[in-house]
């Protein structure tokens, strides 16, 4: 695989000697759309991971001695991170940054979803605190 931060000559003095490297600069879209993409994956194995726990949850029934409190963290959970999908689609899919009247929307917008990515973690964080194993189940 190929370098992306290659070091190429520059111009040369008239005696034949390199004056000095230019570094190539960094694909920002590159960058961003392999961000968006690994993002995107970890989206889906946390609502993969939501849903798997949500499964047990109802199995177990209200013999699971957090059963209700369980229910409760992980459907906020999952319908969080549809409203979040949701609003990254509408902004991505509406707002263009090339266009400056589109700049407060958009900031309005990723600010929001960065608060719901944060109360998205603080649950989550909950959802863990509360072990899922059977041992748990009397």
Request: some cysteine; overall charge negative; charged content about 20%.
């Amino acid at each position: 695989m190929e370098s992306e931060n290659r070091e190429y000559p520059t111009t040369s003095q008239t005696d034949g000697n390199l004056i000095g490297y230019i570094r190539k600069s960094l694909d920002a879209n590159k960058y961003a759309t392999k961000k968006t993409i690994a993002q995107g994956l970890l989206d889906v194995a946390l609502l993969t991971a939501n849903a798997s726990q949500l499964k047990y949850v109802l199995q177990v029934g209200e013999k699971h001695e957090f059963y209700a409190l369980m229910l409760t963290l992980i459907s906020i959970s999952i319908v969080l991170q549809v409203v979040q999908a949701i609003l990254c689609v509408v902004l991505g899919a509406s707002l263009s940054l090339n266009n400056e009247d589109d700049h407060n929307s958009a900031e309005k917008a990723n600010n929001v979803i960065l608060c719901l990515n944060i109360v998205l973690m603080a649950d989550n964080i909950l959802i863990s605190s509360f072990e899922m194993r059977e041992s748990n189940v009397t």
